[in-house]
């Protein structure tokens, strides 16, 4: 049933203020890790779009260190919530020899991260990492190792900040379970 025809309501998970509070944290800990980087080897952000793209314009504002930042797109959900299992990649990137950090919304089962893992690993970067704004241990089935998690949350259908249903949502400032 379309958005329009069900009644749908919005629980809140966290603020935007807890979210801003928590991604400085996290870019600190990206801008010691990555102390090395200067502007002939900056850290190379790769941001899986599209619901990573609000995530990722706040995180890079808080990186210190010289940074790039690139997309790739990645679909594995259509208009359901549940994974389809068929993940589609599309990215047009030269990256052996940087530093890359994959930067996601939402690590669910994990086969959409693990995929894109492997599709960068072949492309021989110098190191590559996983950062992720949600992280959902109770629904992985793909083991995944994240380096920068924002926030661990429940095995439920999340929304806002970027994060879409059915395209919907994105818009919201904080994040916020979708319950129908
Ligand atoms: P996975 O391949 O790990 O099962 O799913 C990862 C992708 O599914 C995420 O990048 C995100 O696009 C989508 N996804 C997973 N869980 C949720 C959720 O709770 N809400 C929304 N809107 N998308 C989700």
Same mark, same amino acid.
């Given at each position: ?21 928590? *991604?400085?944290?996290? /870019? ?6 990555? $102390?090395?980087? #200067?502007?002939?080897? =900056?850290?190379? +952000? ?59 919304? *939402?690590?669910?089962? /994990? ?6 893992? $492997?599709?960068? #690993?072949?492309?021989? =970067?110098?190191? +590559? ?52």
């Amino acid at each position: 049933m379309s958005k329009e025809h069900t009644v749908t309501t919005i629980t809140p998970l966290f603020s935007a203020e807890t979210i801003k509070n928590r *991604i400085q944290e996290i /870019g600190k800990e990206i801008s010691d890790d990555y $102390a090395g980087a #200067t502007p002939e080897c =900056p850290l190379h +952000l790769v941001v899986v779009l599209k619901g990573a793209f609000i995530f990722a314009a706040d995180l890079v504002r808080t990186i210190t260190v010289p940074c790039t930042v690139d997309f790739i797109h990645a679909s594995s959900y259509g208009s359901e919530k549940t994974s389809s299992g068929n993940v589609v990649i599309r990215h047009n990137m030269n990256v052996a020899g940087r530093h890359l950090l994959l930067v996601e919304d *939402i690590i669910d089962t /994990g086969l959409t991260m693990q995929q894109i893992f $492997a599709a960068l #690993t072949v492309l021989q =970067p110098a190191s +590559l990492k996983i950062c992720s704004l949600l992280d959902k241990p109770e629904a992985r089935k793909h083991p995944v190792e994240i380096a920068y998690t924002g926030f661990k949350v429940p095995n439920t259908f999340i929304v806002g900040y970027g994060i879409d249903y059915n395209q919907h949502y994105r818009e919201l400032p904080s994040l916020g379970i979708l319950c129908s």
